[in-house]
Every structure is written in C-alpha cells, then in structure tokens.
C-alpha cells in the first residue's frame, strides 16, 4: 500500500466517470476513499470492486461536501489528493505521482496539479482555462476545504505550495454532452452563486484567502473575484465574455469551444445577475 498519499473522491451517479478515474490511478496502490451522495446508479458497486472506503452524506454544496470529507475520514497518509469524480490522472502524473516521496517535499505543505478541461470532447485551450492551476494535493490535516464560497470549492493551505506545470489532470463531465443536463446543472448552480454575493454585500461571507494578483493561483483567482464583485451587475457578463474570447484568445476555440465559452461566461453569469437583482427586489420590499 502507498505510504504517501491516499485519494478523497466526490461521487454523485458517476457510473460513467468514476471506472475511468480509478483505472488511472491503480497502479500507485493508494487508499481510496468515496464520499457519495446518495448514488442509485453502479457507482457504489463500483467503488467496492476497486477496493474503496465508502461513506455517505447529504449534499449541500461542493465546499461542505469536501468539508466533511476531510473530517470523517481516517487519512493515515501523509499527503491526501482530493479529485472529483469526472476527473482523471495522466500518465504524465500518474510518473510524477509513483515518484513522489514525502521526504523529498520537506517544508512544502501543497501541490498545484495543471487541469486539461473539456467539453464536449473538445479541449478548452483559451479564454483563461488553460493553463489552469488547481491545489489538489496537501499535507493531511493541513488542508481544509474553504467554506467561503457557496458553488466553487478549492482547497487552503498555509505555507509554501508547488506548482506541478506538467503533468496534468483532465476533467471532462461526459454527462454534459447533453446540453440539456448542462443548462439544468448551472440553473442550480447560479441560485447558489447569486445568493452567495447577496450575502457579500451583506458583509456575511468574506475571503478567507488573501487577494494577491502576484501569489499562489488560488489568491490570483481571489483577487480576480474581487475585481468581479465591484463591476455592475448586467454589465460585467459582457465584459468578462469579451476579455475571454478576444484577450484570452477564446475567438480561436472552434465552434464547440466558442459554445462552451458562450454558456459558461456569458449566458450563466447572465443568468447569475438575474437572479442577484431579483433577491435585492425582494430585500427591499421585505
């Protein structure tokens, strides 16, 4: 058994994601353990056949959900990997990952791994997703799961972190080659979102990381939320669609990239801003 690290993994219906996941990373003979959300698919029958320890709980949200991950699972491994189940290691990773010691990582308390995203079978290189840095491995104990924002979950460490440039990670929702399911999923997603700001502007959530346009990814992106929550609602979809595509180079996607970039940066944060104007109608009448 690896004595170095051991894997968390989210799983909700994921019998079309979660074979391809465990497959890539088999061979580092690591513990794996499964918080799932009340499957009725394979999935659960499918964690059993690869050896994995299984707990349940309720889902509220992605940050909580990883929360009482961390909490309720006995990691004896120096070093915990938290993936999600529509991921998958590379072998490019999967070499860095065999060759991984802990004593070679002394005073370093995370490790950034580069995700390749796609959609729709089609790899999204531009419009800020590529390169894309995302802290998915740290010391046990040391990391926690932020609990800041309602829909987006990341990991916090103190201290010195890596940043793995190669050897990466993909992440394709194979269930979102239904657009169908796509739009429904992001419906749910943008009530947790908007009524997240509503309760910034309320002084009730604040950042637990420390904006910083020159530190970690993580405090970048935290720097760049901030600039995000000051710009006007209605306007700043259009803003940031248009920095994707013609700054961050997105007009070069293709088509199905350029849909991709369409939905996720205009059409959601469109609906988003919506919904944020129709709880501040319902503050003031109240």
Same mark, same amino acid.
């Given at each position: 058994? %690896? %004595?170095?690290?051991?894997?968390?993994?989210?799983?909700?219906?994921?019998?079309?994601?979660?074979?391809?996941?465990?497959?890539?990373?088999?061979?580092?003979?690591?513990?794996?353990?499964?918080?799932?959300?009340?499957?009725?698919?394979?999935?659960?029958?499918?964690?059993?056949?690869?050896?994995?320890?299984?707990?349940?709980?309720?889902?509220?949200?992605?940050?909580?959900?990883?929360?009482?991950?961390?909490?309720?699972?006995?990691?004896? @491994?120096p070093?915990?990997?938290?993936?999600?189940?529509?991921?998958?290691?590379?072998?490019?990773?999967?070499?860095?990952?065999?060759?991984?010691?802990?004593?070679?990582?002394?005073?370093?308390?995370?490790?950034?791994? %580069?995700?390749?995203?796609?959609?729709?079978?089609?790899?999204?290189?531009?419009?800020?997703?590529?390169p894309?840095?995302?802290?998915?491995?740290?010391? @046990?104990?040391?990391?926690?799961?932020?609990?800041?924002? %309602?829909?987006?979950?990341?990991?916090?460490?103190?201290?010195?972190?890596v940043?793995?440039?190669?050897?990466?990670?993909?992440?394709?929702?194979?269930?979102?080659? /239904?657009?169908?399911f796509?739009?429904?999923?992001?419906?749910?997603?943008?009530?947790?979102?908007?009524?997240?700001?509503?309760?910034?502007?309320?002084?009730?959530?604040?950042?637990?990381?420390k904006?910083?346009?020159?530190?970690s990814? /993580?405090?970048?992106?935290?720097?760049?939320?901030?600039?995000?929550w000051?710009?006007?609602?209605?306007?700043r979809?259009?803003?940031?669609?248009?920095?994707?595509?013609?700054?961050?180079?997105?007009?070069?996607?293709?088509?199905?990239?350029?849909?991709?970039?369409?939905?996720?940066?205009?059409?959601?944060?469109?609906?988003? /801003?919506?919904?944020?104007?129709?709880?501040?109608?319902?503050?003031?009448?109240?």
């Amino acid at each position: 058994m %690896n %004595n170095n690290f051991s894997f968390i993994i989210l799983t909700f219906n994921e019998e079309i994601h979660l074979p391809r996941l465990l497959e890539s990373i088999q061979k580092l003979n690591a513990k794996i353990f499964i918080l799932d959300s009340g499957s009725t698919d394979k999935t659960l029958e499918i964690a059993k056949v690869y050896g994995a320890e299984v707990k349940q709980n309720l889902f509220e949200n992605h940050p909580k959900q990883w929360d009482y991950a961390l909490k309720n699972f006995n990691v004896t @491994t120096p070093w915990t990997i938290g993936l999600d189940a529509d991921q998958m290691v590379t072998p490019a990773l999967l070499d860095r990952l065999e060759k991984f010691n802990d004593r070679d990582f002394e005073g370093v308390n995370g490790v950034y791994f %580069n995700r390749k995203n796609f959609f729709q079978g089609h790899w999204i290189r531009f419009g800020t997703y590529y390169p894309f840095y995302l802290l998915k491995m740290f010391r @046990t104990g040391v990391g926690y799961s932020d609990l800041n924002e %309602n829909m987006d979950h990341r990991f916090i460490v103190r201290g010195k972190t890596v940043i793995w440039k190669k050897g990466w990670i993909l992440e394709e929702n194979l269930k979102e080659n /239904d657009i169908d399911f796509w739009k429904a999923k992001h419906e749910r997603y943008s009530d947790l979102v908007a009524q997240e700001e509503i309760e910034r502007m309320q002084k009730l959530r604040l950042q637990h990381l420390k904006p910083n346009l020159w530190g970690s990814p /993580d405090e970048k992106r935290a720097w760049l939320k901030q600039l995000w929550w000051k710009l006007p609602l209605g306007i700043r979809p259009y803003l940031y669609f248009g920095y994707r595509m013609f700054f961050k180079l997105g007009i070069f996607e293709g088509t199905t990239g350029i849909k991709f970039h369409y939905l996720q940066g205009l059409w959601f944060r469109k609906l988003v /801003d919506k919904k944020i104007k129709a709880l501040q109608r319902i503050n003031r009448s109240s």
